[in-house]
């Protein structure tokens, strides 16, 4: 398995609490990602990193904000989480981009009352 | 717009009883059909890459296959474990973000 660990693992928070995922490698893996998980959609890409202190927007960044100070942690962020936020949160890395294969992390499955 | 589509959406076999998955795209500049296998609770695990039409990989029971429209992944007299939700995506597009399916819940009955 690849060496990923996300942290934690499950939450229930309220709504407007800001709430904060880590996702740890120890791969030395360039780029890293954050997807959410619903019933009735596919993974859905959030926000990816291709570096330390590089990264850009998915298909649904908004309400979500993303850092990466070290190459082995990518932390994503709700700076107010909302009830539309209950998910679960996948993290992924690969090596490179274009055709490189993505690893998934454990996930995280955060509820918001 | 790039879309994956998986079919069927959940699929009840017998032990033994072979079957085919299905996962259409319609992704510009494809570069790269991926499968994946996720059991409940768990992330999604890495199964297959496929990178040109014709092109074809295997493992234990399963071998997936890709066309220039969908790829399949046939399962070959599957068992009990291999009861699980098998996840699709396509790389391409304008910024070459993987785009996920849907999945197909497979359950197989001993």
């Known amino acids: 398995d690849a060496g990923i660990t996300q942290s934690p693992r499950h939450k229930v928070t309220e709504t407007g609490t800001p709430v904060t995922l880590r996702c740890h490698q120890t791969e030395n893996h360039r780029y890293m990602y954050w997807y959410r998980q619903d019933p009735g959609h596919g993974l859905r890409l959030i926000h990816y990193s291709y570096g330390v202190k590089d990264t850009d927007k998915g298909e649904v960044s908004d309400g979500y904000s993303v850092s990466r100070s070290k190459t082995e942690d990518f932390l994503l962020t709700l700076e107010s989480a909302t009830s539309s936020q209950t998910s679960v949160y996948f993290c992924?890395?690969?090596?490179?981009?274009?055709?490189?294969?993505?690893?998934f992390g454990p996930g995280t499955r955060l509820t918001v009352l | 717009e790039d879309q994956v589509t998986q079919s069927p959406e959940a699929l009840r076999l017998q032990e033994g009883e072979s079957s085919s998955l299905n996962c259409s795209y319609t992704?510009?500049?494809?570069?790269?059909l991926f499968w994946y296998r996720q059991d409940p609770g768990k992330g999604p695990e890495f199964l297959f890459t496929l990178y040109s039409a014709g092109e074809e990989k295997e493992k234990e029971r399963l071998k997936a296959t890709l066309t220039k429209k969908e790829s399949f992944l046939h399962i070959t007299a599957p068992k009990p474990e291999d009861s699980a939700t098998y996840l699709c995506a396509a790389r391409g597009g304008s910024q070459g973000n993987l785009i996920f399916g849907k999945g197909t819940k497979l359950s197989v009955k001993p």
């Open positions: 992924a890395i690969s090596e490179l981009t274009g055709t490189d294969t993505q690893y």
């Open positions: 992704v510009s500049g494809l570069r790269g």
